[in-house]
């Protein structure tokens, strides 16, 4: 077996560890949310997003750190962020627009526009270069990682100023099983997601096709399957909170993690090295986050009701995204 397909043998193995631990990791963060007591959009952006977003985080800290590759780091961050709006709004098409994207709170649009304004501060400072201040701390990477933490700190007192105190749920019960879980996935998923950023760095270099554009369909797709599962699966209980809050708080975190990765990155801030195919995946991102939250307002104003025929156009502004990043990563 040559270089090329020990790659893709090792890639596949511990994908499948990487999703089965993810699975475990929404699993057990909803039993823990049903065990703490939190409200439905908190648990979906806190406890179960960044759960699920526990595979993006080992990929990118090993691609830096172990492969150093910030370029398949970058493409997974941006890759994961489209992946997961084509996710909602194709689950929207299929439970309807009016479900998912309707009857949320203040809590709700601003965690998307938090998840906007990473996005936008990760463009900023990719654009501008970046650079450290102290030790391995860099300008756009603290500043991502305070935005993010003031961003949840707004959507949930947010959420909890407009819940009555008889509607704030109570804890259920013992949380010290969902705990072991929950460890244990957390263990899975870093161990194994060790071996994804690696297998994944070897399949780019001998396939020849750009690390960039590895991380933002390949390696994204593995790491965002968490997302999709508990997405479809909130959808079809119709707990429409939570799937929007993993979505868009996956996406947010995911962001954050620039912050968390560029500490292992010796070589510099990580956003210095964006190339035209990640400012193009993060470009699409936006795009893609953005036409999600006008369908958001089309489902709360009747102002905005002429936007909801976005929603369809999203799955296929992701794929047209897909190929613009292949194209400028090859070049």
Not at 212 to 224: A, E
Not at 245 to 257: L, M, P
Request: glycine share 12%.
């Amino acid at each position: 077996m040559g270089a090329l397909g020990t790659a893709i043998l090792v890639f596949l193995v511990s994908s499948t560890f990487v999703i089965m631990a993810g699975v475990g990791l929404a699993r057990f963060g909803d039993a823990l949310a049903e065990a703490t007591g939190w409200g439905k959009l908190w648990v979906g952006t806190l406890l179960v997003g960044i759960a699920t977003s526990l595979p993006e985080l080992t990929v990118n800290v090993s691609a830096v750190w172990l492969e150093n590759n910030p370029s398949l780091a970058l493409g997974n961050v941006f890759g994961a962020d489209m992946i997961n709006i084509f996710v909602l709004a194709s689950a929207a098409l299929v439970f309807g627009v009016p479900n998912l994207f309707g009857k949320h709170g203040r809590d709700t649009e601003l965690l998307i526009l938090s998840s906007l304004g990473l996005v936008i501060l990760a463009l900023i400072f990719g654009a501008l270069g970046d650079f450290k201040v102290l030790g391995p701390v860099s300008v756009g990477g603290l500043l991502i990682g305070a935005a993010y933490l003031y961003g949840m700190r707004l959507v949930y007192h947010a959420g909890r100023t407009h819940m009555h105190l008889e509607d704030i749920p109570g804890p259920t019960g013992s949380a010290r099983n969902a705990w072991i879980g929950f460890g244990i996935s957390v263990l899975v998923v870093i161990i194994a997601g060790r071996y994804l950023a690696s297998s994944a760095d070897a399949i780019a270099e001998a396939s020849g096709i750009s690390a960039s554009f590895i991380g933002v369909l390949l390696v994204s797709i593995v790491t965002t399957l968490p997302e999709a599962s508990v997405t479809v699966a909130a959808s079809l209980r119709r707990s429409y909170g939570i799937a929007m809050g993993n979505v868009y708080g996956s996406n947010a975190f995911n962001i954050a993690i620039i912050s968390i990765a560029d500490l292992f990155h010796a070589e510099g801030p990580l956003l210095r090295e964006m190339q035209s195919a990640h400012f193009a995946a993060a470009g699409a991102a936006l795009m893609l986050m953005t036409m999600g939250y006008l369908v958001f307002k089309s489902c709360q104003s009747r102002a905005f009701a002429s936007v909801r025929v976005l929603a369809p156009a999203i799955p296929v502004v992701y794929v047209g995204a897909l190929y613009l990043v292949y194209t400028l990563g090859q070049a």
